[in-house]
């Protein structure tokens, strides 16, 4: 039996629900209020947690995976192993100070207070430089301590950055990147059975983002014009069309933003019946 921890509501559970879905493992069961899913395959089953949790819950083994985002498992220092980087949930914690602030850089912080929701990755980041700072642990909200006399300078999420522009803060620098990863618990990782193929079937996921498949019919006279034309990922794969001797059948894999060039310039060398198709997988 393994069992995977996924964000039970906030911004992560969208995407993460939406990316099982996708690896061939949709989430049922769910709801705000249920503690455990089911799907599919009757050895998964989910813990539904809040992401600041799962590091943990994964590092003691109340779950064998975790979906969750690096911040939080650097965060809480979780002993668990990195298994894929996800590439959602993307943002980053910066410093910052209000914008009338004379503060340019990190080393003028010196003795300050710095209000966050990440006290020890705000602590090793100062740590790592040198300067005395004290942290103010906050649980929300962290952009108006400095307006509120409580802190100095802030290190909090930002990712359109508009929280900033809004409250008048200017980052400083860049303290962390984050993104939503894939952890196994240590014992679990070992184990090269169905978490590996969980692991490739989030990988084959994340092959296909941004890919069309693309089939069309060719004359024969065609083909090398079209193979010329089709930005190549691999392939193409060229068949005979039963019925018509003189015909291909061409498919291959091409960029999303490639598409629409690629089918013009497939019509001017002669494809016809072009199909564009998503894919939702991707093995190589
Ligand atoms: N714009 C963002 N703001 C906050 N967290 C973000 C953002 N973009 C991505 N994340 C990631 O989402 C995770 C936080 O999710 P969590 O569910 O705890 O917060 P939330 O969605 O803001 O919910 P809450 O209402 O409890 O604050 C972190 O890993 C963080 O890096
Ligand atoms: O750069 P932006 O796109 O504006 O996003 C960043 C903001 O979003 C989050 O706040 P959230 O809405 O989760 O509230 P919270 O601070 O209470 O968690 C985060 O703490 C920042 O304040
Ligand atoms: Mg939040």
Request: aromatic share 6%; net charge negative.
């Amino acid at each position: 039996m393994i069992r995977i921890a996924i964000p039970n509501k906030g911004r992560l559970n969208e995407p993460t629900v939406k990316l099982l879905k996708e690896a061939g493992l949709p989430v049922s069961d769910g709801g705000e209020r249920k503690l455990f899913g089911t799907t599919t395959d009757p050895e998964i089953s989910f813990l539904f947690a809040r992401a600041a949790d799962i590091p943990e819950y994964v590092q003691d083994g109340a779950a064998d995976i975790g979906i969750t985002g690096i911040d939080l498992v650097s965060e809480t220092d979780a002993d668990v192993d990195l298994m894929l980087d996800l590439n959602y949930g993307k943002s980053n914690l910066m410093l910052a100070v209000p914008e009338d602030s004379s503060i340019e850089s990190v080393e003028e912080l010196e003795g300050m207070k710095i209000g966050t929701e990440f006290p020890n990755i705000t602590k090793k980041f100062f740590d790592s430089k040198n300067i005395n700072i004290e942290v103010i642990k906050v649980s929300g909200a962290c952009e108006m301590t400095p307006y509120i006399g409580v802190a100095d300078a802030i290190v909090d999420i930002s990712s359109s950055g508009t929280t900033f522009v809004l409250n008048n803060l200017k980052p400083v620098e860049k303290v962390f990147s984050s993104s939503v990863y894939m952890i196994a618990n240590h014992q679990s990782a070992k184990r090269k059975d169905k978490i590996h193929h969980i692991k490739t079937a989030f990988e084959s996921v994340l092959n296909a983002e941004g890919k069309r498949y693309l089939m069309m019919n060719v004359p024969k006279d065609s083909l090398d014009e079209v193979k010329e034309v089709l930005p190549g990922l691999s392939g193409p794969t060229v068949m005979k069309v039963e019925s018509e001797s003189s015909t291909l059948a061409v498919h291959a894999v091409v960029d999303s933003d490639m598409i629409f060039t690629t089918v013009n310039n497939l019509k001017e060398v002669g494809a016809r019946d072009i199909l564009v198709v998503p894919i939702e997988r991707l093995m190589p």
